[in-house]
């Protein structure tokens, strides 16, 4: 089998883009984080749960049972 010879501008050409590819995520993956530490606690406002069956039913009864575990949660 013969090598394919790649022309010299052109592997220096892909190391460099390869070298600016690392450089940019690197710089992403610094940037993520601070962002996320600036966001506001979740949930910034109440939260409304819908059941759409009726009330008093099984679901509904689940759904009641749910929503206090998750306001306890939540307020932590």
Same mark, same amino acid.
């Given at each position: 089998m013969k090598r394919?010879?790649?022309k010299k501008g052109e592997s220096s050409l892909r190391g460099s883009g390869m070298i600016l590819f690392l450089a940019i995520a690197m710089a992403i993956h610094v940037i @993520?984080?601070?962002?996320?530490w600036? *966001? &506001?606690k979740y949930p910034s406002s109440a939260v409304?749960? @819908?059941c759409p069956f009726a009330p008093g *039913? &099984?679901?509904d009864q689940l759904t009641r049972l749910m929503a206090e575990?998750?306001?306890?949660?939540?307020?932590k």
């Open positions: 394919l010879k790649s @993520i984080p601070g962002i996320a600036g *966001a &506001a409304d749960i @819908i *039913a &099984a679901t575990e998750l306001r306890v949660s939540l307020m």
